[in-house]
């Protein structure tokens, strides 16, 4: 008998990796390891609508399996749609497909493609980021799978994103990219700081190479706080070359961390960038085990 009543798989036929070619033989798969369940395959129409059509999903009675074949910023909208919803979502299971570039949720959680050991794939609850946005134009949650994060290792991170490389071209690559950046100034704890980068982590690698922590920990109730203070521009490219090779930098860990944006700056969550304005207040806590989903 199939655990789930409905499977749900969401992709994005515009998408130039392989969005369409995963989803259809999870679909394949799916039919034959769960015979019982209506499966729906989705494409999407624009941006944010995975996050509707996730939504929708979590309407449907009995078990639901929610499949995004996409990267991080595609599943990121499919956590936020069934996050929103105000209705309980314990019989949702969510996983990712990893139809991006650097896929780091789905390479931290699966030793093995899903679509190869569907059927003896494992149920666990893990924890999400809760961001809670106060600014001037008015409130935003939103909830992360893996990391939120501002400065220089987002900015990083989104261009390794865009190359397939080893960490000796990474690492140069990176350097490429902090050329131009500034750093920004917050407020934590009543105090003004000046930052390079600041990263508030569930996972323990983002952008394929970079580490962040020695331990992938998504179930504990707590996220990595990984700070780099600002520093001149070399001793900033050593910090990163570090992560590059697979050096951990020191973090501490966090069930919340709140601050202010002294400045407009941009918030990165998975792969969606968010506008922070000037004095936007900034909390991140965890949702402990707010997510189902398959190991």
Known sequence: MSKYDHIVVIYNPK????????????VKKAKAVHPNAKVDLIPTERMSHAEELAA????????????????????????????????????????VLPAGNANDHSRTMHEAPLVKHLAKAKEIEIDLLKITITQA??????????????????????????????PIKETILAAK????????????NNKTITLDSLILSNINQMAKVLTLSDENTPTDGLFE??????????????????????????????KRYSFK?????????DG???KLQKDAAVTVAIAHRGLRTLI
């Open 261 to 269: 944006a002294l400045h407009s700056m941009p918030m990165q969550l």
């Open 177 to 188: 990219t902090f050329r131009d950046l500034e750093p920004f100034k917050i407020v934590h």
């Open 56 to 95: 929708t999903a979590v309407k449907k009675t009995g078990e639901v399996l929610l499949v995004s074949s996409s990267g991080d910023g595609g599943y990121n909208e499919v956590i936020n749609g069934v996050m929103k919803s105000t209705k309980p979502t314990k019989h949702v299971t969510c996983v």
């Open 272 to 274: 969606e960038v968010i």
């Open 137 to 166: 134009s008015g409130k935003i949650i939103r909830y992360a799978h893996s990391y939120a994060g501002l400065g220089l290792t987002p900015a990083v991170g989104a261009e390794l994103n865009k190359h397939d490389l080893n």
């Open 225 to 254: 706080v990984i700070i780099f203070s600002h520093a001149s521009k070399p001793k900033l490219l050593y910090k990163v070359a570090k992560a590059a090779i697979n050096q951990v930098q020191p973090a501490k860990r966090a």
């Open 15 to 26: 998408s130039t990796g392989k969005s369409r070619s995963l989803a259809k033989a999870f």
